[in-house]
């Protein structure tokens, strides 16, 4: 099946069968699909938290608007952002670079002077806005690939994340939440699975400047 066959296959799923679990091997394709996402700079300003433990996803339940599709999902996926930038988050990124590309160390000064000199000015809270929405990008692409491997999805951001950042110590880890993705296998008597996906037309969707 093409790209656009499975993402015309999934959809937010409302009810998992929790007997279904992901198996690694397709849970490891998910992230790594997220992984491989652009950032920019380069810098994976997030990371990818992955919760299969049954009591971690009944303690996190609560903080959901839908407690039952955490719990009875096969893993949770907990994309959490930077809380800020800093130098030393920077240089280690482009440290890796350099190393991996058999490149001096500060090959790249001049550019992350540039990008230290716009981050390390701002406050954290625009710091986080920027290190949030780089994480989307890699949360479609976690899409994608779960559609791709026939294991269903559902994104969320309704949920409490001061408590899902306690229980998973991310303050911590100088991390936010700001997603989640919950993984496996739909529910027979999930009520929208046989639901037509409704989409804007495309002639309302796409603005053409020619």
Excluded at 81 to 96: G, M, S, V
Excluded at 187 to 197: I, Q
Aim: aromatic share 10%; hydrophobic share 40%.
């Amino acid at each position: 099946m093409s790209l656009i066959d499975d993402l015309k296959w999934r959809y937010a799923t409302k009810k998992y069968d929790p007997t279904k679990k992901v198996s690694q091997e397709d849970v490891d394709k998910i992230i790594e699909a997220a992984r491989l996402a652009p950032t920019s700079s380069g810098l994976q300003q997030f990371r990818v938290l992955v919760v299969s433990n049954q009591d971690i996803k009944e303690k996190l339940a609560p903080s959901s608007l839908n407690p039952e599709v955490m719990v009875d999902c096969s893993h949770v996926l907990v994309f959490a952002a930077w809380d800020r930038y800093t130098a030393e988050r920077i240089d280690t990124i482009y440290d890796r670079i350099t190393d991996e590309r058999d490149l001096p160390r500060g090959r790249f000064g001049s550019y992350t002077d540039k990008i230290k000199n716009l981050y390390l000015n701002e406050t954290a809270e625009e710091n986080f806005v920027h290190t949030a929405r780089q994480s989307y990008i890699a949360f479609a692409m976690a899409i994608a690939q779960a559609a791709e491997l026939k294991v269903d999805s559902t994104p969320a951001e309704g949920f409490n994340n001061a408590l899902v950042d306690e229980l998973l110590n991310l303050k911590q880890k100088g991390l936010k939440s700001v997603t989640l993705l919950y993984l496996g296998y739909r529910d027979e008597n999930d009520w929208l699975a046989s639901m037509k996906k409704v989409r804007n037309p495309v002639e309302e969707f796409v603005i053409e400047y020619k």
